[in-house]
């Protein structure tokens, strides 16, 4: 479904990715891991034309996108749950989300997927009058990705959703995005938090530097000495199994 091959990004005469290839298929969650200044960021920016790469291509759904721009882009099926979430506080919550469905023309079709995120995040809709700048952070960060969904996008770009959210909202987001995924949204997520980003996604890559320099399944990942010593921890990694039982 997306694919990028050797995507060189620059910000000025800095290189921040260096020949970043990786894949996304249909219905997959795929997480992007990686230190901070690694690039993860960069790699999400690209894929939704807020950077153009200098060299190599991304490719959605067969067809080129790398020198398309971010409305397009969007209108092909590609939403961004950007980093830091980026609502808008001074709106409230049913604004921000109808500004989430700023492409859909008929006004049954958004009061539909209104409805439809209320379902998801009732939440959401006993707040949908109060600002967004006064929901909790977890609050927000839900209120980010459902103002995403309201495009009902084909493949969903998520940046560090859990990054300052207390341990409790941060099993909460993850059960959200698995609860995504398995509703068939196809994910590219990028995360700090190794451990349970790798506990619910089918296939992670691993960057450092601008580079991908390994990549697998979460058996396969958690076999590699150095992705335990640097992002796991020796022994502190929870069995997938474990995690989501109870
Ligand atoms: N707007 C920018 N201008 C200049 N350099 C940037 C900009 N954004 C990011 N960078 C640099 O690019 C590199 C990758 O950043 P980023 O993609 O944000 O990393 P991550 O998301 O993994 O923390 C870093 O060295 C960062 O300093
Ligand atoms: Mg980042």
């Known amino acids: 479904m997306l694919k990028l091959v050797g995507v060189e990004t620059f910000y000025g005469k800095v290189k921040a990715l260096h020949g970043v290839s990786l894949e996304v298929q249909k219905g997959?969650?795929?997480c992007i891991l990686g230190a901070n200044g690694a690039g993860k960021t960069t790699i999400l920016k690209t894929i939704s034309g807020l950077v153009s790469p200098e060299?190599?291509?991304?490719?959605?759904?067969?067809?080129?996108?790398?020198?398309m721009d971010p409305e397009e882009i969007v209108a092909l099926g590609i939403s961004h749950v950007p980093e830091g979430r980026r609502i808008f506080p001074e709106l409230t919550v049913y604004e921000?989300?109808?500004?989430?469905?700023?492409?859909?023309?008929?006004?049954?079709?958004?009061?539909?997927?209104?409805?439809?995120?209320?379902?998801?995040?009732?939440?959401?809709?006993?707040?949908?009058?109060q600002l967004a700048g006064t929901l909790?952070?977890?609050e927000q960060q839900m209120l980010a990705?459902?103002?995403?969904?309201?495009?009902?996008?084909?493949?969903?770009?998520m940046d560090e959703p859990s990054l300052g959210l207390s341990p409790l909202l941060v099993r909460n987001i993850f059960r959200t995005i698995r609860r995504l995924h398995e509703s068939g949204v196809t994910i590219l997520l990028v995360e700090q938090n190794v451990n349970l980003a790798l506990q619910i996604a089918d296939?992670?890559?691993?960057?450092?530097?601008?580079?991908?320099?390994?990549?697998?399944?979460?058996?396969?990942?958690?076999?590699?000495?150095?992705?335990?010593?640097?992002?796991?921890?020796?022994?502190?990694?929870?069995?997938?199994?474990?995690?989501?039982?109870?």
Do not use: C
Request: aromatic share 10%; glycine share 12%; hydrophobic share 35%.
């Open 55 to 67: 060299m190599g291509t991304v490719r959605f759904e067969g067809r080129r996108i790398d020198q």
């Open 96 to 129: 921000n989300l109808l500004m989430g469905g700023f492409l859909i023309e008929s006004g049954d079709l958004l009061r539909e997927r209104l409805e439809a995120t209320y379902d998801h995040f009732p939440l959401l809709k006993k707040r949908r009058h």
């Open 203 to 246: 296939y992670g890559y691993v960057l450092s530097n601008g580079k991908i320099f390994i990549s697998g399944t979460y058996e396969e990942l958690i076999e590699e000495e150095k992705v335990r010593e640097y992002y796991l921890g020796e022994g502190k990694y929870i069995r997938r199994s474990r995690l989501w039982s109870g």
């Open 145 to 157: 990705i459902s103002r995403a969904l309201m495009l009902k996008p084909k493949l969903l770009l």
């Open 28 to 30: 997959q969650l795929v």
């Open 136 to 138: 909790s952070g977890g």
